[in-house]
């Protein structure tokens, strides 16, 4: 390797350099002009190219000489490396890359190596052991989820030349049971239009784009400078592992010029036997219709001035459900996903219950802001398409306020649980219960039963089960006294915790995440102008934990206690099912079966391992305890 260097490094110094590689490849770096262009014989499959993350991006191409081959943005190294991505090479018998923006004596190309294989292994310490994270690059939204043939197919925003935002392509993996992923190649890839934003995918049982009965249509928003934000089809007629683009996109751009007109969500209305389209427009979702999926006529709009509106929205959703499940009493959810401002900072998922006659969806109460989950990292929360009666969400365990700062460098971004979506009515209004799939509960490897806990006293604690490594669940029936504070502690040998408690006085559930590990990264120095405005006024309702004020006024974002007040499972409710879900870097909370859903990533720098219960205030019941080990 170091002789390898040697050769590169002497050789970089002339104009022209014949490198050799492996046995029957060179590679040969000469520039021209700013760019340096990349020449290889009889190529790998990929050119490793090592990145560097903090560095700005170069631009990286591979030149087949025809007008669809596109720029992609890499971190090259410049004078460190922190991990490769691989770059694929194709199927010619040479290969010519070119590289923009990069100064002559940056030491990618040095290090650039040509390899048939990419290692996957992990190396992430804090990456999940039961959550879906890409083989390695960037992950944020779900996206195009689709069931069919038995396989529920995961498509993402993914970046696949580094563990940053950019480059959106639509990643893939499929699953037969929600659980175990397969990752697969990326579906459908960065264009000369733009990026490939999030969308949504169907499957076409009537043929009506006419790429044949049960093709698999997708539509996306392409993003670029240049063109704003265009919703674009493709079609996939082999399972949805290749698509191939609408010779004929955009299928639809913003009547008024919008710059934010993205996220296509795609359903069937049966009766009106034509597809929908709801697309986030700034601070409204457009509904469209059509009967081919290619021609597109607008209908209504929805949003503008609903619930709590800091900001626009982004990856909308539109789904029927029953209400109690009664099937006799449907009702129709709008998802709106909005960023930044949100309840405690950020990002997070919102939601509308009402009626929809093929032209309007009306909504009663609208007026309150309904959030999905209510911890800070939960957001682009969409459902699958084609899974019949039921309901299957899948959410970024994120949030875009620190989201490209969390502790990982081969793979960055993760899915919460897939979580099942029912509704239910409390006093005349209809809520989402988001709970976790059922699917999930394979995963239970091993339980201890700890039976019924009762703590007497104040600061006591009860019931500690170790040994747990990182992946476990909690399952406890918790009553606590009229006023007082029945909590768990999720905790390490290294003095770091994370506190789930619940708390009478004030009907909340909280998180508590400010001594859970690793939190520095969330520190800001001046917050987004909308979030300033938001905070403000979360304080001055008081709507907040001291932790959580602590964390504005402390400025970390991540640093904080996150809140839901209980009476969502009843006004006179005193005791709660609760369902933990703890990971080597996530904590989800399940309460009464979702009807509070909590979802917090954590960074303990050793793994949590201990559970114990205890009392803050006056007596705690935790009745039916059990910890269960969980593993893929
Ligand atoms: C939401 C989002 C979407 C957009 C995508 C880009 O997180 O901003 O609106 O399509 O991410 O990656």
Redesign the pocket.
Same mark, same amino acid.
């Given at each position: 390797m170091k002789t390898y260097n040697m050769i590169l490094t002497v050789c970089l110094m002339a104009t022209n350099l014949l490198i050799p590689a492996a046995k029957a490849q060179t590679m040969h770096v000469q520039h021209k002009g700013d760019t340096a262009i990349v020449s290889i014989e009889s190529p790998t499959r990929y050119l490793l190219l090592p990145v560097q993350e903090e560095k700005q991006q170069a631009q990286v191409l591979l030149d087949t000489g025809h007008d669809t081959d596109t720029w992609m943005d890499v971190r090259l190294a410049r004078n460190g490396v922190d991990y490769y991505v691989p770059f694929a090479l194709g199927e010619g018998n040479t290969a010519t890359v070119k590289i923009l923006g990069l100064a002559k004596d940056a030491l990618a190309l040095n290090l650039l190596k040509l390899s048939d294989t990419f290692n996957t292994a992990n190396t992430d310490y804090y990456r999940p052991s039961y959550h879906f994270t890409p083989a390695y690059g960037w992950m !944020?939204?779900p !996206?195009g989820m689709v069931y069919k043939d038995g396989e529920y197919h995961l498509y993402y925003?993914y970046n696949p030349y580094g563990s940053k @935002?950019g480059n959106?392509h639509w990643g893939h993996a499929v699953s037969r049971d929600l659980i175990h992923w397969q990752h697969l190649d990326p579906a459908i890839a960065r264009d000369t239009l733009g990026?490939i934003? +999030?969308?949504s995918s169907v499957v076409d049982i009537h043929n009506t784009a006419g790429y044949g009965k049960n093709a698999i249509i997708a539509l996306y928003?392409s993003?670029s400078d240049k063109n704003g934000q265009i919703q674009c089809m493709a079609y996939s007629t082999d399972n949805g592992r290749t698509f191939t683009k609408y010779e004929s996109n955009p299928v639809l751009t913003p009547f008024d010029g919008l710059r934010a007109f993205?996220?296509p969500k795609v359903f069937w209305y049966e009766k009106g036997k034509c597809w929908y389209m709801i697309v +986030?427009a700034d601070k409204e979702t457009r509904f469209y219709k059509s009967k081919n999926l290619k021609k597109w006529e607008y209908v209504s709009a929805f949003g503008n001035g609903m619930g709590q509106q800091p900001c626009q929205y982004?990856?909308p959703d539109f789904f029927q459900l029953p209400v109690n499940g009664d099937p006799n009493n449907m009702k129709w959810v709008m998802i709106m !996903?909005i960023?930044p401002g949100c309840l405690f900072g950020g +990002?997070a998922t919102e939601y509308f219950v009402g009626d929809f006659d093929g032209k309007n969806f009306t909504c009663a109460d609208a007026h309150e802001a309904k959030w999905m989950d209510y911890g800070k990292d939960h957001?682009?929360t969409v459902t699958f398409s084609n899974t019949g009666n039921r309901v299957l969400a899948m959410t @970024?365990m994120s949030n @875009?306020q620190y989201a490209d700062l969390t502790p990982f460098k081969q793979n960055r971004g993760a899915n919460g649980l897939p979580r099942e979506l029912k509704l239910f009515e409390l006093d005349n209004k209809y809520y989402i219960q988001e709970g976790v799939a059922p699917e999930v509960m394979a995963l239970r490897k091993e339980t201890k039963e700890l039976g019924n806990l009762t703590i007497e006293k104040e600061k006591d604690f009860a019931g500690i089960a170790s040994g747990m490594n990182g992946a476990f669940e909690i399952e406890a029936d918790v009553t606590a006294d009229a006023n007082g504070i029945a909590g768990i502690e999720i905790y390490n040998n290294k003095q770091e915790r994370t506190l789930v408690y619940i708390d009478m006085k004030n009907r909340r559930i909280v998180t508590d995440r400010t001594e859970s590990g690793l939190t520095d990264f969330g520190k800001y120095s001046e917050p987004h102008h909308i979030e300033k405005k938001w905070d403000k006024q979360r304080k001055e309702q008081s709507l907040l934990p001291a932790r959580m004020v602590n964390a504005i006024n402390y400025k970390n974002n991540f640093a904080l206690a996150t809140w839901a007040p209980l009476n969502l499972c009843g006004k006179d409710k005193k005791t709660f099912h609760v369902d933990i879900f703890v990971d080597k870097s996530s904590i989800e909370l399940f309460v009464d079966g979702g009807r509070i859903a909590m979802t917090n990533l954590v960074f303990p720098i050793a793994p949590y391992e201990n559970v114990k219960f205890y009392s803050q205030t006056g007596k705690s019941e935790f009745q039916n305890v059990k910890v269960h080990k969980l593993a893929l």
């Open positions: !944020n939204d !996206n925003q @935002w959106m990026h934003f +999030s969308g928003t993003a993205r996220d +986030s982004e990856c !996903n960023n +990002s957001y682009a @970024w @875009w």
